[in-house]
């Protein structure tokens, strides 16, 4: 199958993010010359390929699907999400942190990452200082 948007899609991520194609493939496990043939010819490639390359360009891996003619996928994170916002946990968490989350799995995992070292950052901050035996504090 041939898609010219799919084709300018691959190009301009790639080139966004100062890629060669030899790049692209190594992160994607792609090898170099389909690249190539994806954005000059517009092959897509199977789906599995598609969430590779999404993940290689750090792009929602949905939209690329989209973009590549094939369904997005069933949020696979639903059943964590619902777990996370389950009755027992609902008091535990202001509404904002449901939403914060819910944003959160929309975005590619290099980005999830980023997000995770942040907050892991800030906690460790705003966390209060160890006691001599090397055990936190609790604060009220």
Not at 1 to 17: G, V
Not at 124 to 129: G, H, K, R, T, Y
């Amino acid at each position: 199958m041939q898609n010219r948007q799919w084709a300018n899609t691959i190009k301009f991520h790639r080139q966004r993010l100062k890629l060669t194609s030899r790049k692209l493939a190594q992160k994607a496990g792609i090898d170099p010359s389909y690249i190539t043939l994806m954005e000059r010819d517009g092959c897509v490639p199977r789906r599995e390929k598609v969430q590779a390359l999404a993940e290689a360009l750090e792009i929602n891996a949905d939209a690329l699907l989209l973009v590549a003619g094939y369904a997005p996928e069933q949020n696979k994170n639903s059943s964590k999400l619902s777990n996370f916002g389950s009755e027992q946990n609902s008091d535990a968490f202001v509404p904002e942190l449901f939403e914060c989350v819910e944003a959160l799995l929309s975005l590619p995992k290099s980005q999830q990452r980023k997000v995770a070292d942040f907050l892991s950052a800030y906690i460790e901050a705003i966390s209060p200082m160890p006691a001599a035996d090397g055990k936190r504090r609790q604060t009220q």
